[in-house]
């Protein structure tokens, strides 16, 4: 286990459903991330925050809104989402947001399904 | 913006063989290059990452060399056993003010026993 938790493992959605993924760390860490994985893609970061602020937003759509309450909670709400986001939503969190210290520990993901 | 190859896209050996992934990395002003390795139903975990003032770095049977003129970065398993069989990410880290983290598109490593 890397201390990262997400839940929930698996989701199935239709196009017109609200969810939420959500993510939470208690290695004291001040960064934490959403990356999406496809099949045969590169990991593609969506959002950054750090402390708290959002620090980086991947020009990612709309009808994907995050939300990081505290350092430690990382959410992820959907809503009229497509076919073609279905994937793998990683969140991952590092101690800072700098080169010098940019370990990432990887939750085990959200597998997501848009029917 | 960076961009980050990776080859090959699978690579099979056979236990006890090496194996040698190799990555390029377009943008010079990254100066940080991490390896993870992601087992099936798992998020990706890192194993080793190289930082652009060293040239090697060894953990046991993993290895990474970086050639900074080049851009290139390469990973070695030396006697491989099948539980080294997972997807083996490469990544250059930039500090552009933000903090942007590029993957390659992976390599599904088999070993055969």
């Known amino acids: 286990e890397t201390g990262v938790t997400q839940t929930p493992r698996h989701l199935v959605m239709g196009m017109t459903n609200k969810k939420s993924l959500k993510c939470e760390q208690h290695?004291?860490?001040?960064?934490m991330y959403w990356y999406k994985q496809s099949a045969k893609k590169p990991l593609e970061l969506m959002f950054v925050?750090?402390?708290?602020?959002?620090?980086e937003n991947n020009s990612v759509p709309s009808r994907f809104s995050p939300e990081c309450p505290n350092s430690s909670h990382l959410f992820l709400h959907l809503h009229t989402l497509q076919p073609e986001d279905s994937a793998l939503y990683l969140c991952?969190?590092?101690?800072?947001?700098?080169?010098?210290?940019?370990?990432?520990?990887f939750g085990q993901g959200t597998r997501l399904t848009v029917v | 913006g960076e961009n980050v190859e990776q080859h090959p896209s699978t690579l099979s050996v056979q236990e006890g063989d090496s194996a040698v992934i190799k990555c390029t990395y377009s943008d010079s002003a990254s100066n940080y290059f991490p390896w993870y390795k992601q087992e099936l139903g798992k998020g990706p975990q890192l194993i080793i990452d190289?930082?652009?003032?060293?040239g090697e770095k060894k953990d046991q049977r993993i290895a990474v060399t970086l050639n900074k003129t080049a851009k290139h970065f390469s990973l070695h398993i030396t006697e491989t056993q099948p539980e080294d069989s997972a997807v083996y990410f490469c990544?250059?880290?930039?500090?552009?003010?933000?903090?942007?983290?590029?993957f390659g598109a992976g390599t599904r490593l088999f070993v055969k026993a």
């Open positions: 925050y750090n402390f708290k602020e959002q620090t």
């Open positions: 991952a969190s590092s101690p800072q947001l700098s080169p010098l210290n940019t370990e990432a520990f």
């Open positions: 990544a250059a880290a930039l500090n552009t003010g933000g903090f942007k983290t590029i």
């Open positions: 190289i930082r652009s003032n060293v």
């Open positions: 290695l004291g860490h001040n960064a």
